[in-house]
């Protein structure tokens, strides 16, 4: 065999070498887990990346799951990776990414007394400030809660 041809031969097992073993690669639904979360309007940033918020949830996690939390006035998306969790400690998260969303505009004004908020599965809902009571709840889209708000405001004046 030639020198050249040694050469070669040693740059291609070097390359071989650096290659992904078959078992490693594996379906994330078997692997790691993802969660979405609705944070209540008004809750801190800083609160939410504190391992003692995750306390009462943090033996659902493991190392790697993702965690999806949306604030429920709209205002906040953020993607976290769990570095590490314990029921004592809670979990410790890295944000994988951060979105501030923007305030959508209605062309009219959103009634004083009522917000609209994402409650989870069932979707957006009208709650009235001073209680914090759902007046119109489940709607899929937040059109169709702005304008519950608007007839609910009017069968307030009415």
Request: charge should be negative.
């Amino acid at each position: 065999m030639t020198k050249e041809a040694k050469v070669e031969e040693a740059k291609v097992e070097k390359v071989f070498q650096r290659t992904l073993p078959a078992n490693r690669l594996k379906q994330a639904k078997h692997e790691e887990q993802h969660f979405r979360v609705t944070i209540d309007s008004g809750t801190d940033e800083k609160d939410v990346l504190e391992p003692v918020f995750w306390s009462k949830c943090a033996a659902q996690f493991r190392p790697f799951d993702q965690v999806t939390c949306i604030w429920a006035d709209g205002s906040l998306h953020i993607s976290l990776l769990v570095l590490d969790a314990s029921q004592d400690k809670g979990a410790t998260m890295f944000v994988a990414s951060r979105h501030e969303l923007p305030e959508l505009d209605r062309g009219s004004e959103m009634p004083s007394h009522l917000v609209i908020e994402w409650t989870g599965p069932e979707g957006f809902s009208v709650i009235r400030k001073s209680d914090g009571r759902i007046v119109s709840p489940g709607h899929r889209y937040r059109h169709q809660a702005y304008s519950a708000a608007l007839i609910h405001a009017q069968d307030r004046v009415a």
